[in-house]
């Protein structure tokens, strides 16, 4: 099991709104730590989508966005494209561990 | 072009070593943290190690004792030193450019490498 929890896979029609959630708890998301999340096409390198829990990284359309609230944060994709369909990952840093952690992954598909 | 080159991944035996490199151009690595990542077949991904800028170095509790991170400023190249190979080591490891997080612990990862296979069988 991951330490932050991402539902396995989500889906949406073109054009539609999604969100993707990342549950944590207070030795990292809960403590303030910053989320941050990646995009990862079929047999490619995770990309970075947006870091400090709400800045796109540079290239990403402002269709991506994210945030954050006490133990969990967010990614939002509006406007669904075909080419959104991958595997999307939260991140942030856990005091306990003494490291970074991700989310277990969640599949997009684009119906 | 700024960009990053693993290498080294292979095929090993059960309790063997290996060391994988990761070269990295049109930046500093000694200005940098740098990270490596994996991800077993069909699974997420595990963050394994991270080196800061001043030198400090950090373990995932799962290669904690068996793995080593390293870097050669002058060869702008970091290395996993990864040594007692168990199969559940099998998967792609990436390198990864991190960028500290803005007063606090933690840190993104901007830049990736396309990865390198490492499996472990007999």
């Known amino acids: 099991q991951s330490v932050l929890t991402q539902p396995p896979s989500v889906s949406g029609a073109p054009g539609q709104r999604v969100t993707i959630s990342c549950t944590g708890s207070s030795s990292n998301i809960g403590a303030g730590y910053d989320v941050h999340w990646y995009q990862q096409l079929p047999g490619t390198a995770p990309k970075l989508l947006i870091y400090g829990n709400i800045n796109r990284s540079s290239g990403v359309p402002d269709r991506f966005s994210g945030s954050k609230s006490g133990t969990s944060a967010s990614l939002a994709i509006t406007g669904l494209q075909a080419e959104d369909e991958a595997d999307y990952y939260c991140q942030s840093y856990d005091s306990s561990l003494s490291g970074s952690v991700f989310g277990g992954g969640t599949k997009l598909t684009v119906l | 072009e700024v960009q990053l080159v693993e290498s080294g991944g292979g095929l090993v035996q059960p309790g063997g070593s290996l060391r994988l490199s990761c070269a990295a151009s049109?930046?500093?690595?000694?200005?940098?943290?740098m990270s490596w990542v994996r991800q077993a077949p069909g699974k997420g991904l595990e963050w394994v190690s991270v080196?800061?800028?001043?030198?400090?170095?950090y373990y995932a509790d799962s290669v904690k004792g068996r793995f080593t991170i390293s870097r050669h400023i002058s060869k702008s190249t970091v290395y996993l030193q990864m040594n007692s190979l168990r199969p559940e080591d099998t998967a792609v490891y990436y390198c990864?450019?991190?960028?500290?997080?803005?007063?606090?612990?933690?840190?993104?990862?901007?830049?990736w490498g396309r990865g390198t296979l490492v499996t472990v069988s007999s």
């Open positions: 049109g930046f500093t690595v000694s200005s940098n943290y």
């Open positions: 990864a450019r991190s960028i500290a997080a803005a007063g606090q612990h933690g840190w993104y990862l901007d830049l």
């Open positions: 080196i800061y800028s001043g030198g400090s170095t």
